[in-house]
């Protein structure tokens, strides 16, 4: 019921900090896997994806070549679950998530297209998603060369901002 869901909201919540810190990490990924699992037992095939792609992401940054496999195997699960939510917010998350993977991997090209697409879709379809376009954004920075870096950041801000509104539903 709803409260369940609730609590698999908080424990997304909470499940998305931490793993930059090495004494969270272990609490980190058992919320993350609390998060996964709830969300599959609930039925709720967005909240899943997105605890596939969380922990994609987490994975592929401590750079293990076994584990960037993983990590896109992860992603792959995420993508056919976004083709059957058909929800644009859902197809952007895996896509931003394809990104920092690709990026983690040193694949900057293929970094910077996943989170163009991402940007896209975001910026055009997901009223509200101010906070997942920042943090595109970012990891789109992050995978351009040096000199195209340059003045990147001071430029986004207005353009976040005049992308932000109401949160649409899906």
Do not use: K
Not at 75 to 96: C, F, I, M
Not at 128 to 142: D, Q
Request: hydrophobic fraction near 50%; proline fraction near 6%.
């Amino acid at each position: 019921g709803m409260e369940e869901l609730h609590g698999v909201g908080r424990v997304e919540s909470v499940a998305g900090v931490g793993h930059d810190e090495a004494g969270q990490v272990a609490l980190a990924d058992a919320l993350a896997m609390r998060h996964l699992l709830g969300a599959l037992d609930l039925g709720e095939p967005s909240r899943a994806l997105r605890a596939l792609c969380m922990e994609a992401a987490a994975e592929a940054n401590f750079g293990r070549p076994w584990l960037r496999r993983r990590s896109l195997a992860l992603l792959a699960e995420a993508d056919e679950l976004a083709a059957g939510t058909a929800s644009p917010y859902d197809r952007a998350v895996v896509l931003v998530n394809r990104g920092a993977v690709a990026l983690f991997s040193a694949r900057f090209r293929e970094a910077a297209a996943a989170c163009e697409e991402a940007l896209e879709i975001f910026r055009t379809r997901c009223a509200g998603a101010a906070w997942e376009v920042t943090i595109c954004h970012s990891f789109l920075v992050a995978a351009l060369p040096p000199p195209a870096r340059e003045g990147a950041l001071p430029a986004a801000p207005p353009a976040l901002l005049a992308s932000t509104g109401p949160r649409a539903a899906g």
